[in-house]
């Protein structure tokens, strides 16, 4: 009898452990079990990013001259730095950053820092190509208001140019003042006194023509008089 209540027993036992074998347990949102020891989560399962001292230079596609003032950022965190007058910078990231370049006058660069690094220091040179920026056209006008612009073009007082002042320059009057009061210049007087000191040596030796028994001078004169040269203006 006692053996029959043993294996009774045995029996019950076996029953419920095998009916909760078959009860789901309950999960996290993640998959992990409750009560679960043993389970690890993904975010523990990443390698841990290291810092490295990342340097490098900024150049240029063409010509490979230093871009100075390169705004230098770590991708969705606020982080960076700008290059000096010849370029360089130096600053500390992650491993797997994304570092951005940006600098006026030059398209947009990005460069992912390796996550396999053996060290931890990393240098780059980073090379830019240029870009043209086309701007819209702008007018700019003096005045706020058409209105305004009408009122001032008619009211507007044209000023003298340089057309109008010779103009006046250039006058009958003012040619004649200029010539009865205007002295002679050093030039004026250097060509006298050459044509004077030729004739002279021409001559030399021998009387000068004398152009009053000239008729060709006769003819000249008598001409000049009949279209009334000689009259008084």
Do not use: C
């Not at 998959?31 to 340097?55: C, D, H, M």
């Not at 491993?95 to 996550?115: C, H, N, Q, R, W």
């Amino acid at each position: 009898m006692r053996h029959v209540f043993l294996i009774f027993i045995v029996l019950i036992l076996n029953s419920f452990s095998v009916k909760s074998q078959f009860i789901e347990k309950p999960k996290n949102a993640d998959g992990s079990i409750y009560g679960s020891s043993i389970y690890v989560s993904p975010q523990a399962q990443k390698k841990e990013k290291r810092p490295i001292q990342f340097s490098g230079v900024v150049v240029t596609a063409d010509s490979l001259k230093p871009i100075p003032f390169t705004n230098i950022a770590v991708r969705s965190k606020l982080r960076g730095t700008i290059s000096d007058f010849y370029g360089f910078f130096s600053f500390v990231a992650l491993e797997g950053d994304t570092i951005d370049f940006s600098s006026l006058g030059y398209k947009p660069a990005s460069f992912v820092i390796p996550d396999t690094l053996t060290t931890s220091k990393y240098s780059l040179i980073q090379v830019m190509k240029s870009d043209t920026i086309y701007l819209s056209e702008t007018v700019i006008y003096p005045w706020p208001t058409p209105e305004q612009f009408k009122h001032a073009f008619v009211k507007m007082v044209i000023p003298e140019d340089d057309y109008d002042r010779a103009l006046k320059n250039l006058s009958y009057l003012k040619m004649r003042e200029l010539l009865a009061n205007m002295p002679m210049d050093g030039s004026m007087n250097y060509n006298n006194f050459i044509q004077k000191q030729t004739s002279r040596l021409y001559y030399a030796g021998q009387l000068p023509p004398n152009n009053l028994l000239n008729p060709f001078a006769w003819a000249q004169f008598i001409k000049a008089w009949k279209e009334g040269k000689f009259k008084q203006k």
